[in-house]
């Protein structure tokens, strides 16, 4: 920073006012004006730096502007930017070959490509509702018990319709009710209260249709980064073959290396499980809208023919350039490998800073949350950007730190040093 208590803004409040004259006001006022970034490190249009641990809310993977992700976007946007889903091209070939491949999944197994997390979940529902029509128990073939989807509360899939009906936040999903359907919250967690859902179907007149899947993050990341306990998850993974239905996990924040291993499904503290679908995105092409759904085996990669879905820019070359440098250099680079070390580093060094403001703190790789002893933690917020340090507030009182994966230990105990110092006194918000 150029001042690390009193940052320049002239030029930021400046671009900022004009923001507020001409966006909608659905993400608030800006809490900076960015302006260019290298590595870690990020600048405004005022020129004050900031050691990024938020990466665009586990977006760029590589950090900015890594010269390996410029040289394939440039080398690619050169030869062809896009074209429709008339045509394939090689980068989206080998990029979804890659991404089956990383997932470990079986032969038969497809990728379909969206742009967003929210598209990817979209995808992952719709195949969920075809699927769901498909069963003999349900609608239309017996009567008028539709096949139900099983979703989590306090789970987050993304905001459009068909995302935000599987998403438990009441507050931003009250303004938009009616929402799809047949799609029910289950306590997070809860493995009793999943085994009753299960066996609502059927029961005579007053029974319900079959489940046709379940949606869960493995790491609830909007409420908080909790991660979900392997028992649990093994358990509804037993629940679900057992009645046919499908295992979706949303890996859309925990994907491509965020907790250490490519997907969170393949921790085995987190689960070890099989998915049936999982989506991804954030993280993929480190900074280029991307996403997608990975369907596992030749049953489930059947469920979506053709007319059935699509997207315009589905499989963009350019953003599939973006992705195949983004693996590239986690690999070469053993990035993983930097997630599990760094993650580490962090956890641990939160907790011996002493903040007496410091309750707990959970999280795997390179998601993580301090929890904080009230809820402050958007003040808490405010205080580290404005001594140099980006993270967010996932919930009143958790911080939410997402780094790039690229991140230095030099860099974590930079990070550490100013989190040590956020103020125990701090109103709440």
Known sequence: MNDATTPQRQRSDEWTDAYTRVHMNVFGTPLRVLDHGKGCHVWD??????????????????????????????????????????????????????????????EGSRVYFANS??????????????????????WPHMGDKPARILALTHGFHGRTMGA???????????????????????AAGDAGAMRDAFAQTGLGHYGKGPVAAVIMELVQGEAGVVPLKA??????????????????????????????????FQREDLG???????????????????????????????????????STFA?????????????????????????????????????????????????????????LNRPCAHEAMRWCLDHGLIVNAAAPSVLRLAPPLIVTADQVDEALAILARIPADLDND
Not at 46 to 75: C, M, R, S, T
Request: net charge negative.
């Open 45 to 106: 249009v005022d020129g004050n730096q900031y050691l990024d641990f938020l990466a665009g809310i586990a977006v760029n993977a590589l950090g900015y502007a890594h010269p390996d992700w410029v040289k394939a976007v440039g080398e690619q946007a050169a030869k062809v930017a896009h074209t429709s889903n008339y045509f394939a091209t090689v980068p989206q070939i080998e990029l979804a070959q890659r991404l089956i491949a990383l997932a470990g999944a079986p």
């Open 117 to 138: 997390g929210a598209e990817a979940n979209e995808a992952a529902l719709k195949l969920a509702k075809k699927y769901g029509g498909s069963l003999p128990d349900a």
């Open 164 to 186: 935000l009906s599987a998403t438990w936040k009441p507050a931003i999903r009250k303004p938009f009710e009616p929402l799809v359907p047949n799609i029910e919250f289950v």
């Open 231 to 264: 028992d649990y998850v093994r358990e509804v993974r037993e629940l679900c073959t057992q009645h046919d239905a499908l295992l979706i996990i949303d890996e859309v924040q925990t994907g491509v290396g965020r907790t250490g291993e490519w997907f969170a």
């Open 272 to 310: 070890g499980v099989a998915p049936d679908v999982v989506s991804f995105a954030k993280g993929v092409a480190s900074g280029f809208p991307m996403g997608g759904i990975i369907t596992f085996g030749p049953k489930t990669s059947s469920i979506l023919d053709p007319g059935s879905h699509g």
């Open 315 to 371: 499989g963009n070359p350019l953003g599939a350039a973006a992705a195949l440098a983004t693996l590239n250099v986690i690999e070469r680079d053993s990035l993983l490998a930097n997630v599990e070390e760094r993650g580490k580093q962090l956890r641990e060094g939160i907790m011996a800073t002493g903040n007496p403001l410091f309750a707990s703190v959970r999280g795997s790789g390179l998601l993580n949350a301090v929890v």
